[in-house]
């Protein structure tokens, strides 16, 4: 079963811009956090934001969690060709035994 | 370097072979799970382990089976009884310290497809 969904499914940007993905879930989470992911590559983590967190920051990405809308967003800024990849958000439900949910993914193609 | 090693890096079968994927990590992780990719499918979960001699089915492990008599060794095996085994295959673990999971840390993949 797949809990998050990011949104949108394909994302193409000029080098430079800014970066938006969505992920939106069902039921109460304890964390959630965003992978990449290169082509043909195993994942590699990112950030994990907490329950009880609304922001956090890590070099050009930020991180928001709205748990009332049950969504989180990554933003990348000022984007690098370097940085085209697949990015996937993850859910741990509260209660889950040790397990995390990956969404689907989204293709951010960054042009140079 | 610490890290999960994964391999083969590709494998081709057979239909009705079974196949044995290895996964090894020096991380000292007790907690360790295999996850099958396919195209716009995201990642599905296998099977995991939180600690030795003990696994538990994943959403998806019909047709896999797993051993884990090591802390650092965590094999799949796929076997005949899996319908469509052409994907990719990620190992990965995570420390157990701190409660609730934290982050994974992914191999490089195995990419299997049969013939």
């Known amino acids: 079963s797949q809990q998050g969904e990011e949104d949108p499914q394909a994302l193409s940007i000029q080098e430079g811009e800014n970066a938006t993905m969505n992920c939106s879930y069902k039921t109460s989470i304890n964390n959630l956090q965003w992978y990449r992911q290169n082509s043909g590559r195993g994942l590699v983590h990112l950030i994990l934001i907490r329950s009880n967190e609304r922001e956090k920051h890590s070099g050009r990405l930020r991180v928001t969690l709205d748990t009332s809308k049950k969504s989180s967003s990554l933003l990348i800024t000022a984007s690098r060709a370097a940085d085209t990849a697949s990015y996937f958000c993850a859910t741990v439900n509260t209660g889950a035994n040790s397990k995390l949910t990956f969404g689907k993914g989204i293709t951010l193609s960054v042009r140079p | 370097d610490g890290g999960i090693t994964q391999s083969p890096k590709y494998l081709f079968r057979k239909e009705g072979q079974n196949v044995t994927l290895s996964c090894e990590q020096n991380l000292n992780h007790d907690a360790m799970y295999w996850y099958r990719q396919d195209p716009g499918q995201g990642l599905r979960l296998i099977y995991y382990s939180q600690i030795v001699n003990d696994f538990q089915k994943g959403d998806i492990a019909e047709g896999y089976s797993v051993s884990r008599e090591k802390k650092e060794s965590f094999p799949l095996t796929v076997t005949s009884a899996q319908k469509n085994p052409t994907a990719f295959y990620l190992c990965?673990?995570?420390?157990?310290?701190?409660?609730?999971?934290?982050?994974?840390?992914f191999g490089e993949g195995s990419r299997l497809t049969v013939l």
């Open positions: 990965a673990s995570r420390s157990t310290s701190g409660g609730f999971p934290g982050e994974l840390f």
